[in-house]
């Protein structure tokens, strides 16, 4: 009988961004692949979609009639695993799947990053902590992302049968890739910018975490000393129109491009000069990870996510998220050094090897051996040889 693995997230595209590989791997392994999640997104790989509604709002009450959806999806298809990802399908799919494990289905949760964390507000870790830990105890296998997660676990005791960790999703660097001079200067004539402007890129959802607010402060402070910087936003959200509100009050209207939702960022970063990153939150960001692949050096905020892929002076800078100054002053300082930019880019390249889609597939790959069967190491020597 085909053995089938069901994935389950909040939403959709939450695959189709992140999980394709890995889901083309388990159909090449003769695997029927299931998906559960709110949307209407066709997936490739994909034998089975569920639409549930799930909402990111904890306590919708579209997330208990998702919960009932999903318990039966679970109970009527017989799983030898379930992979949940993000915080709500982390718990619903867990609570739905507690009488599967009872008859052999493994549980798989990988954590993008726990909202409690070092340096987060006291209400996340009296919200977040206990369900985590306690959800834990129906979880097999527990992934983390990033090492201060890891070592989060590991030292609260999380019960869950094993904790690992992965560097991230892995980022695809036969895509995203720097570009010879000449490439980069017809790209840059394209999209309309010039030889000389220093570009600043930063693709994010606009809201209170991601925090555009603190880039924008800081190119305003040095506008007169980096007259050809031009700061490039990807994406929309609630705080799109404060953003370009701000902009316009501190007279840097005409250095912001608010570029909306893309899908041309591999086409836009390698033709920057500097990646930054004002989040106060991250797990292990793409974003970063797609930058440094293409050769740029990075500026971004203090937090776990950005302090694993960026070390201080080596590929970059990682900074207080509220200190507009010191932000603004290195901003200047990597403006003005083409030397400097040119050496964080190329230690970028080389730190983000061990963050790449091979790489990341080969960590999965390991843990999802043990689990696709019981107690037979053959088999999973076996596995784990056809990806390799």
Known sequence: MEKKILFCATVDYHFSAFHLPIMKWFKEQGWEVHVA???????????????????????????????????????????????????????????????ARKSGTKVIYTAHGFHFCKGAPLLNWLIYYPIERFLSRYTDCLITINSQDYQ???????????????????????????LDSQTKLQQRK????????????????????????????????VKEEAPKARLLLAGEGALFKECKDLAQSLGVAEQVDFLGFRKDIVQLL???????????????????????????????????GHSELVKNKLNGFVQDPDDVEQFAATLKELYESKKLRETLGTNSISLVKKFSLPRVKEQLVSIYTRYMVEDNYETENKHRRSYL
């Open 37 to 99: 999640a709110s949307g209407q997104m066709t997936l490739p790989y994909t034998d089975k979609k569920f639409d549930i509604p799930i909402k990111r709002t904890p306590f919708h009450i579209a997330n208990f009639k998702a919960y009932k959806e999903l318990k039966e999806i679970i109970n009527e298809n017989n799983y030898t695993i379930i992979h949940c990802h993000t915080p709500l399908g982390g718990v619903l799919s867990r609570l739905a799947g507690r009488k």
């Open 270 to 304: 390698p033709i920057c000069d500097l990646a930054v990153g004002s989040s106060y939150r991250e797990g292990l960001p793409v974003n970063i990870m797609e930058a440094m692949a293409c050769g740029l050096p990075v500026l971004a905020s203090e937090n776990r």
């Open 190 to 221: 394209k999209y309309g910018y010039d030889k000389d402007d220093f570009l600043l890129f930063y693709a994010a959802e606009f809201n209170k975490n991601k925090n555009q607010q603190l880039l924008i402060r800081a190119l305003a402070k």
């Open 152 to 178: 989060l676990a590991k030292k609260h005791r999380f019960p869950a049968g094993n904790i690992e960790y992965v560097n991230g999703v892995g980022v695809d660097t036969d895509h995203f890739k720097p």
